[in-house]
């Protein structure tokens, strides 16, 4: 059993961004994050999920999310993403991200917990810490949003 705790982070929305996210598996512990110089909230919500289903070594490992987004938990557990997918997404944003999210979802057993944000939970707390400092740090360019890609 995983558990990826994620957050993301945009200051201007859109504007810059990041995205922390942490593994936890018995005793391992890895934390993730990455800043772009352009992005929005939702974006980086989303990628914090995808970066940690990306960093997991095994197939078909069984994945519990914790995220304080409505926008992802949402649109996974009550199933608007499978609909979007069979209309290729027509008129959806972060279509790119959707994409490649359902592409490693698909290779775990992944249940979604949405948690209340910044209510003292130590591990959301964190992840907000990490986006927050990201968005700050190193800025790298989300391509999607700033080609246009996303919608």
């Known amino acids: 059993m995983v558990n990826i705790f994620t957050d993301g982070s945009s200051r201007g929305n859109p504007g810059p961004g990041g995205y922390g996210t942490i593994l936890i598996s ?3 512990r890895k934390e993730l ?3 772009f110089r352009m992005t929005t909230n939702n974006r980086m919500e989303l990628l914090s999920v995808i970066i940690g289903l990306e ?6 490992e069984q994945v519990v ?3 304080d987004s409505k926008y992802v938990v949402d649109s996974v557990e009550k199933g608007w993403v499978f609909g979007w997918e069979k209309k290729n997404f027509h008129g959806k944003k972060n279509a790119d991200l959707w994409k490649r999210f359902l ?3 698909a290779q775990h057993q992944v249940k979604f917990r949405w948690i209340k944000g910044h209510n003292n939970h ?3 707390e964190r992840c907000d810490q990490l986006a927050v400092a990201a968005s700050s740090g190193t800025l790298h360019i989300d391509a999607g949003f700033e080609t246009g890609l996303y919608n």
Do not use: R, T
């Open 65 to 67: 999310v914790f995220s």
């Open 26 to 28: 018995g005793s391992h």
């Open 122 to 124: 130590p591990e959301n």
């Open 103 to 105: 592409l490693i979802y």
């Open 33 to 35: 994050s990455q800043g």
């Open 55 to 60: 960093a997991l070594k095994k197939q078909g």
